[in-house]
């Protein structure tokens, strides 16, 4: 009986002559050498045109937890599955693109895999793939292989139809060709692998062998009709070589091609991930010796940092970015997505003039890039958190916010008028009627001045202080503390604005003299612990004191009062509410990953199970106050608090609960000028608490 034979066997020698491995590896080491050089000048030439801020120390800072970290993002595709999972809040429906891509992706790696085994390796010497891999193992990857190629044609074919049938809106049309040329490149390597495998065995059949069809069913099934049209042995055999140095040629070629389109993030998405920033989403940088600096954020390439520039590289242009960025889904000018990918054209289009150190045509922040831009975002991170390439654009954005705040003084005149304020009274509020003095009368606690022994700072923060509406937040919360009978004070008139909004805007210098007073009130007090009702200075506190030499435990009050209640500590009377649905504070939540916590608060004092809108946890849509966007003037028909407004109406619930004073005051504004203020209220979860901590229910509102 005839033995089984193998399959995917390489050719023999080139033109009967030139042995196969100098043919192959002569082949490779030009087209290498055209795609190194390609990559050298068109990306890491450039790359490293950006500072160099923490490069070498990157690459020593946790090397494994960042291996775990890219092998999460790029080999297990975890941001694409993610929103395979989950339903898409606009249409209801689940984006499957993902998993094609998935599908592809882990596709090319099983290629990219067996072109080291059974074209490097195979055509150096015959038996390589055979004795590493074993007889078996080589039928198993052979089937794999060959499956692969008919998921992956089937996948570029709905791709296909995707891209030019019914393409989303977040797909770019400019790259079209591009994406044609990649389909194509693929599609003819999945065919010639087709070909080359079932040419093979169609030659072996004719020659009176047998390879069994479960080791590669569909070019099996392909020779089967290969050899039903009566092709000889001869013809099988050469077109089984020039398939096979077709998909060589392809491959390289694809290679070389690969610098000069967008599927570089081939390259640089895996270098984008590992050198993605460990720090919490919520951290900006700091400017590391502010008063030695000679200029200030970013107006031209050579201001970002190297990672800034790549992540113009790694950027996958899938859009996902601006279709989830509140600004652009209300109608602003704003794409995350076209922020990185202009740095990265403007780049690559006058490289000769930046490689030079000279002054481009255009001008970045201007003519590439315009400030409306830039003053659109709300630095409320959903453009990081649905990017599948770990491309990090708020810091990218601030970082020209400062150039236009520091270096040139252009900023919105409210913005401007805000930060007036914090250097001159040390807070952004406009018009209040309150002073901190008062804060300590109105609460009822004592200061630290008073008396420093206590167990907890209790920030009030700008906002819990000196708006009305938020006082009573701040009332409650001093209410559920005292209930605790914990040991807490406030800074009461020695308080002043932490910085958060001034580094958000733009202004470095102000973020880091106001951080300093605070963090020299931190010391005078010992201060250990701070319990803080807004998740802005809960953010700024947490994640960026230490860069000026401050640490401590720092808790957002929904974390604190939810351990209360857990404990026992707290101990509600009744049920406050009945129908209520919950907003994410974009800075507890996507900044600082606090989920739970609130809505344990809320579990624990409503009538009936919350009611989550299309659009929370991790998918929640900003309130449109963050980024300092609470002190720019917005347009009466573009309001990001009004789109928030109508996820709320749309969950029939009479209470919008939140746990943010900025997120307060913008559904606030939102349920009235949608006409709803007497179907929904907004209240913050401790003021729930603190009413179920009654026995009887507090008056109700007079109608105004």
């Known amino acids: 009986m005839q033995p089984a034979l193998s399959v995917l066997s390489p050719p023999g020698e080139l033109f009967g002559v030139i ?6 590896y002569v082949t490779a080491a030009v087209f290498f050498g055209l795609s190194g050089y390609a990559l050298y000048q068109r990306v890491f030439r450039l790359v490293l045109l950006g500072r160099k801020d923490g490069l070498r120390a990157m690459l020593l800072d946790r090397p494994l937890q960042r291996l775990l970290q890219m092998t999460v993002i790029v080999l297990g595709q975890k941001k694409v599955l993610q929103r395979v999972a989950r339903l898409d809040p606009k249409t209801g429906r689940r984006d499957i693109a993902g998993l094609g891509h998935a599908l592809i992706f882990w596709g090319f790696l099983l290629f990219f895999a067996s072109y080291l085994v059974f074209i490097f390796g195979d055509s150096a010497w015959r038996d390589f793939s055979s004795t590493i891999l074993s007889a078996p193992g080589k039928h198993v990857y052979s089937l794999i292989l060959d499956l692969a190629a008919g998921w992956i044609l089937l996948a570029l074919a709905w791709a296909a139809v995707r891209r030019w049938l019914a393409r989303p809106p977040r797909l770019s049309k400019l790259r079209s060709w591009d994406a044609a040329r990649i389909l194509m490149f693929i599609s003819s390597l999945m065919i010639t692998t087709l070909g080359y495998e079932s040419m093979d065995i169609a030659a072996q059949g004719v020659a009176g062998g047998e390879v069994p069809w479960r ?7 392909l020779a089967q009709g290969w050899q039903a049209a009566g092709i000889s042995f001869g013809l099988a055999d050469m077109l089984h070589g020039l398939f096979w140095w077709a998909h060589l040629l392809i491959i390289l070629s694809f290679g070389v091609y690969i610098p000069f389109s967008k599927h570089l993030h081939m390259v640089a998405s895996p270098l984008n991930a590992f050198f993605h920033s460990l720090e919490p989403r919520g951290t900006l940088p700091a400017i590391e010796k502010l008063e030695e600096q000679e200029h200030f954020g970013a107006s031209r390439v050579q201001d970002f940092t190297w990672k ?23 109608g602003k000018v704003l794409s ?27 001008k970045l922040i201007g003519d590439v890039i315009t400030p409306e831009e830039l003053w659109a975002c709300t630095t409320c991170g959903a453009c990081m958190e649905e990017c599948p390439v770990a491309v990090q654009h708020v810091p990218t954005i601030v970082e020209m916010r400062r150039q236009l705040v520091m270096e040139r003084g252009e900023l919105p005149p409210t913005a401007e008028q805000a930060l007036r304020n914090i250097e001159q009274r040390g807070h952004p509020v406009k018009g209040t009627q309150y002073a901190r003095s008062q804060v300590a009368e109105r609460l009822q606690v004592k200061e630290l001045s008073e008396d420093g022994h206590v167990e907890v700072l209790y920030w009030v923060g ?42 958000r805007l733009g202004n470095e210098y102000l973020f880091q003299t106001q951080a300093k007073q605070v963090v020299e009130l931190f010391k005078k007090y010992q201060v250990k612990k701070i319990v803080t009702a807004c998740p802005h200075c809960f953010n700024t506190f947490r994640n960026e004191y230490a ?39 974009c800075y507890l939540g996507r900044h600082n990953g606090v989920y739970e916590a609130p ?11 919350l009611i989550e809108m299309r659009r929370s946890r991790n998918q929640g849509l900003c309130c449109g106050a963050g980024g300092g966007r609470m002190y720019i003037e917005e347009e009466p028909t573009q309001r990001v608090n009004w789109l928030r407004t109508d996820d709320v109406i749309a969950t029939q619930a009479e209470v919008v609960a939140t746990a943010c004073p900025f997120c307060v005051q913008m559904l606030e504004e939102g349920v009235r000028s949608k006409g709803v203020a007497e179907k929904v209220r907004v ?18 509102r007079a109608k105004s």
């Open 215 to 221: 080791w590669a069913p569909i070019s099996w099934y």
């Open 547 to 585: 860069q000026l030499g401050w640490s401590g435990e720092v808790v957002h009050h929904s974390q604190f009062i939810a351990s209360l209640v857990r404990e026992g500590r707290v101990k509600p009377r009744r049920k406050s509410e009945r129908w209520v649905t919950f907003h994410d504070s």
């Open 19 to 24: 042995p196969l491995a100098v043919a192959v």
């Open 599 to 609: 809505r344990e608060v809320l579990q624990a004092v409503v009538q009936e199970p």
């Open 308 to 330: 800034q520039l790549l992540d113009g590289y790694a950027c996958a242009v899938c859009g996902r970015c601006t279709d989830n960025c509140p600004a652009h889904l209300t």
């Open 683 to 700: 209240r913050d979860i401790v003021e729930i608490l603190a009413d179920a901590l009654d026995e009887e229910p507090a008056a109700p």
């Open 462 to 503: 700008c906002q819990g202080a000196l708006e009305e509406r938020n006082l009573k937040i701040s009332q409650a919360l001093a209410k559920v503390l005292k209930a605790a009978k914990i040991s807490f004070g406030i800074l009461g008139a020695e308080e002043t604005c932490n910085g958060d909004p001034a580094r």
């Open 336 to 362: 995350p997505m076209d922020i990185v990918e202009k740095i990265k054209d403007n780049l690559v289009e006058e490289r000769s003039v930046h490689l030079a150190g000279g002054e481009p045509r255009h």
